[in-house]
């Protein structure tokens, strides 16, 4: 059975940091890509930022430069640090795993993180 808990989300002010956790299990961690989603009230979801097995990462336009994401194959656990946060970066964040070349995405529950004076 495949897991993804995420953690590490809360409130903070803006140009603030938080770095998210997704711890998974269920799967062989060190092939999957992985990524993060992010979703506000009333907008759709989108992608923040991929990580590949090998290291190679992309990300939305509107958080490079801020958000690094990485890997940890021991620990099976992938992060997002979140730097020179904005109110716009509100929303709930997802992590998610896919299979390389599957069209199968497995998701968390999500994380809220908050970003206001």
């Known amino acids: 059975q495949v897991q993804l808990v995420e953690s590490g989300g809360g409130l903070v002010q803006p140009g603030g940091s938080l770095r998210l956790s997704c711890a998974a299990s269920?799967?062989?961690?060190?092939?999957?890509?992985l990524g993060w989603y992010r979703q506000a009230p009333g907008k759709q979801r989108e992608l923040v930022a991929r990580?590949?097995?090998?290291?190679?990462?992309n990300y939305a336009d509107s958080v490079k430069g801020r958000f690094t994401i990485s890997r940890d194959n021991v620990k099976n656990t992938v992060y997002l640090q979140m730097d020179s946060l904005k109110p716009e970066d509100t929303a709930t964040y997802f992590c998610?795993?896919?299979?390389?070349?599957?069209?199968?995405?497995?998701w968390g529950q999500g994380t809220q993180v908050t970003v206001s004076s």
């Open positions: 990580i590949g097995s090998g290291g190679s990462t």
């Open positions: 998610t795993a896919q299979f390389p070349g599957s069209v199968k995405t497995y």
């Open positions: 269920g799967i062989v961690f060190s092939i999957y890509v």
